[in-house]
């Protein structure tokens, strides 16, 4: 969608985007606070977490949550939160007509919360149901377990259970002080904001909220090399679940990641592509991911799938080739502008909504505050080359920090994990 962006800054300590949509009908409101479970003692991992599920509940003009949700929800709007690591984010979406309302009701969720004992408790329910379900994803399982293992901040969601009863509704109100501060927020409001940018800004700046002393640094986290795979049982599997990671204690530039994004393409996004593409012709495994992550200290690379156990050391073959064929420089011009091309098409499906707008923006400006330049990424995708993916792809393997998670019933077990993991063994020996 056409936009324009600007930073703002208010005097409560707050920073955030306004996202002007000219002739937008809808409208919508993100807050994000570096408040996730790093900032807690692992013995109370799901603070944040139970935290988030009951600040949206009760609050200073409405005493119930049942009373607040069907007085937000009433014309249509909607609204929910999320806790990661890092952050929690509060968002919402309205109608372009009921655009104050729904902004001046969300904050005086945020600002105004009330705790009440008997929302703790509902609440603590509903999470304990939402970790037993999230504990049935086996790549969530592998991947929170590996992380865990490499040193990462990181928790199975079966472990989160255990650690549930050391949480007590004091903890949240404590968390929340300590985090729920304007100089700790920042958000997006995104619309059409002809003529309203003047009133925005000063419903933002009446939230009652502390302003705090400064905005929490990210966690400093180091991932260890594993000289072993990590395995784990699962006796209903009948297939095998795998993850691969490697790291650069880096954090790479725009334009290397740009060229990793570019690689990450070429190698596993679509049907036509060197790993995936292979695979599915040979009928080995039915799809396949792959994916980045960017920390204040390292740049990782993972891949991971589900595949039959007997296909998996011909998938690990086809893997490893091609990793070390990008390595060595084996990049066709045809490669090059197949990838280019998906990643630009892709760009412009992505920006169809205010929605689809905000998420181009949210994550990298709640990461480190740096504004992403949205109209200038058909030109970033272009940049790359042939020789910056090689110098990228060698770069993400040569601090030597590895891992390999394997999750299965097999009653060879450890010998096939042994096996899969002497496979990979080149890509870090070169």
Request: overall charge neutral; charged content about 25%.
């Amino acid at each position: 969608m056409k936009h324009s962006v600007s930073e703002v800054q208010l005097k409560n300590g707050a920073r955030g985007l306004f996202i002007d949509v000219p002739g937008a009908t809808v409208m919508d409101y993100e807050f994000s606070f570096r408040a996730g479970e790093y900032l807690v003692p692992r013995n109370k991992w799901e603070v944040p977490h139970l935290m988030e599920h009951v600040v949206l509940g009760a609050n200073e003009k409405y005493k119930k949550a049942r009373v607040f949700q069907a007085e937000f929800e009433k014309n249509g709007a909607y609204s929910n939160a999320s806790t990661g690591t890092i952050s929690i984010t509060y968002e919402a979406e309205c109608a372009d007509f009921e655009w104050q309302r729904i902004l001046e009701l969300l904050l005086l969720a945020v600002a105004k919360p009330l705790f009440l004992r008997e929302e703790f408790v509902a609440e603590y329910g509903n999470v304990k149901d939402e970790l037993n379900s999230r504990s049935n994803n086996h790549f969530r399982t592998l991947a929170t377990t590996v992380n865990e293992t490499q040193g990462l901040l990181s928790m199975t969601d079966r472990e989160r259970l255990r650690q549930m009863k050391n949480v007590k509704r004091q903890d949240l109100i404590d968390h929340y002080k300590k985090t729920h501060t304007t100089a700790n927020m920042r958000f997006i409001v995104a619309g059409d904001l002809k003529g309203r940018q003047a009133e925005v800004k000063r419903i933002l700046e009446s939230v009652r909220l502390p302003k705090g002393r400064t905005r929490y640094e990210l966690p400093l986290e180091e991932p260890a090399n594993l000289e072993k795979p990590v395995f784990i049982v699962r006796p209903s599997i009948k297939n095998m679940y795998f993850g691969m990671n490697t790291f650069a204690m880096t954090r790479f530039s725009d334009p290397e990641m740009d060229a990793l994004e570019m690689v990450n393409t070429m190698l596993t996004a679509t049907l036509h592509s060197r790993i995936l593409g292979e695979a599915r012709e040979r009928g080995l495994v039915y799809s396949m991911d792959s994916g980045l992550d960017i920390a204040r200290s390292y740049t990782g690379w993972w891949f991971g799938a589900q595949v039959m156990v007997k296909n998996a050391p011909a998938l690990f073959e086809i893997i490893i080739r091609e990793l070390q064929r990008v390595k060595t420089g084996d990049v066709t011009p045809d490669d090059l502008n197949a990838a280019k091309q998906y990643l630009l098409g892709r760009h412009q499906r992505s920006g169809q909504t205010v929605g689809g707008t905000v998420s181009g923006y949210a994550g990298r400006y709640y990461f480190d505050d740096t504004i992403n330049d949205y109209h200038a990424i058909p030109e970033r995708i272009n940049a790359v080359t042939a020789l910056r993916i090689k110098e990228v792809s060698q770069r993400m393997f040569s601090d030597n920090i590895s891992a390999l998670g394997i999750l299965s019933a097999s009653k060879n077990r450890h010998t096939l994990a042994d096996q899969l993991y002497e496979l990979t063994r080149p890509l870090w020996n070169a």
